[in-house]
């Protein structure tokens, strides 16, 4: 028979699958995360009921937050489930390895319960504030590497009063006015900890977040600046959108019926660096990387990992494929990823501590080619325009002033600007999810009278439009993708 998770049913579902051993009537809010997706709950709050069954960190129990509209069913699927879900680890066998993760004691949804958001984060027993808020969400102008102000959310939320009754929107304006009234109040300001997919995740968020205090308040922007840690860390494991199969699977082999379960691949890592004043949980005894310094691990997984998703993800889509195992499945498509990590991303990397970098490069393939995540290469595809910029441009760059080769890259950048031309080899529409989706779409429609159209976008590609160095190769696979097609571009590079 199957069960319906929620603390209730915990003992009839501990039946079936591991859940939580502690008591979780005795963990209370150290930390509150806003954007609370899959990622999240595959890893931060994994890590936690990991020390949490070891009887510690009973103190750093998550209240997550959901700032946008869509994050209103999720306020939904935790209210019923009591915080409680079920994360299933994908074998590449094809075994499943589920567990009740009890982490998360609290979910609020600030478009309606925004003043308990506030009053929860100005609290002193909340010492950590977290954020899994994509890439886009720290509004970095791409070509200046300044605070872009234009977000219809932020420009609200910039002519709040601070410590005034009306509240914010967006996830900036509550961190800030929270600070703000724990200032008031002399009350320590808590910890900003980014777990996003950029370069310098701490360093972007303090930036960003000063930015944001400055424009409302000079004296506040100032005091956040000098008084408010922003450790950097990075953040890895694949964990693809949950399907309604995933749901289906859980119910059926597991008699447990779960509304919003997590899957993932079995790897996880977290480096990250140690600078939290108000104290933070044991992380390092449940497997985290505690360091000093983060950045050889970040930029070894967002120049390697996280830019090879986007090499093989065009090409991929193009060529048929629609998951990221069927392409790494292709010999033809892995020489490709290996060539780009081998000869363009691993020569812009420093010496990484304990890591193997050409053992860390065939376990990513392994890894991409786990059938049983069936990662869509739509997801990987998604948001492109927060995506390139950070992951892949800083490679070519890099490659250019060393007098490198960037064809590869080159080759990622035209399988862009291709599939951005929204649609495939074989006639059928793609469906281009992008923030700036429509002017990456306009570029691409120009392409038949101007080549270089989708490049003469300074706030993606910067000046590499006028560096031949990478203009030429870029040329020769867009017109090869254009006359030939995916697979026989990958040939041709491949017989260079």
């Known amino acids: 028979m199957t069960v319906r998770l929620s603390g209730a049913t915990l003992p009839e579902v501990a039946a079936h699958v591991p859940v939580p051993s502690y008591d979780r009537s005795a963990v209370t809010t150290g930390i509150v995360h806003i954007g609370v997706g899959g990622f999240h709950r595959a890893h931060q709050a994994m890590y936690l009921d990991r020390l949490m069954e070891a009887g510690q960190a009973l103190d750093w129990g998550i209240t997550g937050v ?22 299933v680890v994908k074998h590449p066998d094809g075994s499943l390895e589920p567990r009740v993760i009890g982490s998360i004691v609290d979910f609020l949804h600030a478009t309606t319960r925004g003043a308990e958001v506030v009053e929860l984060m100005a609290a002193p027993s909340t010492r950590i504030v977290s954020l899994t808020v994509t890439e886009g969400g720290y509004h970095v102008n791409q070509v200046t590497g300044e605070f872009d102000a234009d977000d219809a959310g932020i420009q609200h939320d910039l002519g709040v009063p601070v410590g005034g009754a009306e509240l914010p929107v967006t996830a900036f304006g509550f961190i800030v006015e929270a600070l703000a009234r724990r200032r008031a109040a002399g009350t320590a300001p808590f910890t900003v900890m980014s777990c996003d997919n950029i370069q310098g995740n701490g360093d972007v968020a303090k930036k960003m977040i000063t930015s944001f ?19 950097n860390s990075m953040v890895d ?45 044991a992380f390092e005894e449940v497997g985290v990387q505690v360091v000093e310094d983060v950045v050889p691990y970040e930029l070894m997984k967002l120049r390697l ?50 890591v193997d970098l050409g053992a860390y490069r065939l376990k990513l393939v392994e890894r991409f080619a786990n059938p049983e995540v069936r990662d869509t290469l739509a997801r990987l595809c998604a948001e492109s325009s927060d995506r390139i910029p950070k992951w892949l441009v800083p490679v070519i760059k890099e490659r250019l002033a060393a007098d490198g080769a960037v064809d590869e890259a080159a080759l990622v950048v035209a399988s862009w600007a291709r599939y951005a031309e929204g649609v495939d080899e074989a006639g059928e529409p793609i469906d281009v999810v992008d923030r700036r989706k429509d002017a990456v779409m306009a570029r691409a429609a120009q392409q038949g009278e101007d080549e270089l159209a989708f490049l003469r976008d300074p706030a993606l590609f910067g000046d ?9 190769p870029y040329l020769r696979a867009l017109r090869s993708l254009h006359e030939h097609g995916a697979r026989a571009t990958l040939e041709a590079w491949a017989a260079r």
């Open 213 to 231: 205090a400055a424009l409302r308040d000079a004296d506040l922007g100032a005091w956040i600046e000098a008084e408010v840690a922003f450790p």
């Open 305 to 354: 990992l996280n830019a090879s998703h986007q090499a093989l993800t065009y090409v991929g889509y193009l060529a048929g494929y629609r998951y990221a195992h069927e392409v790494c499945s292709d010999p033809l498509f892995v020489d490709f990823l290996l060539r780009y990590m081998t000869n363009e991303g691993t020569p812009t990397l420093a010496e990484v501590p304990g």
């Open 464 to 472: 590499l439009v006028d560096d031949e160095r990478f203009t030429q």
């Open 66 to 87: 959901g700032v946008m509209p869509g994050d209103a069913r999720m306020a939904e699927v935790m209210a019923a489930q009591d915080g409680l879900y079920t994360l």
């Open 237 to 281: 494991r694949i964990t693809p959108v949950t399907t309604d199969a995933d749901r289906d699977a859980l119910a059926e082999r597991f008699d447990v019926a779960d509304g919003w379960p997590v899957v993932c691949e079995p790897f996880t890592q977290w480096a990250l660096e140690d600078h939290f004043p108000l104290g933070r949980p």
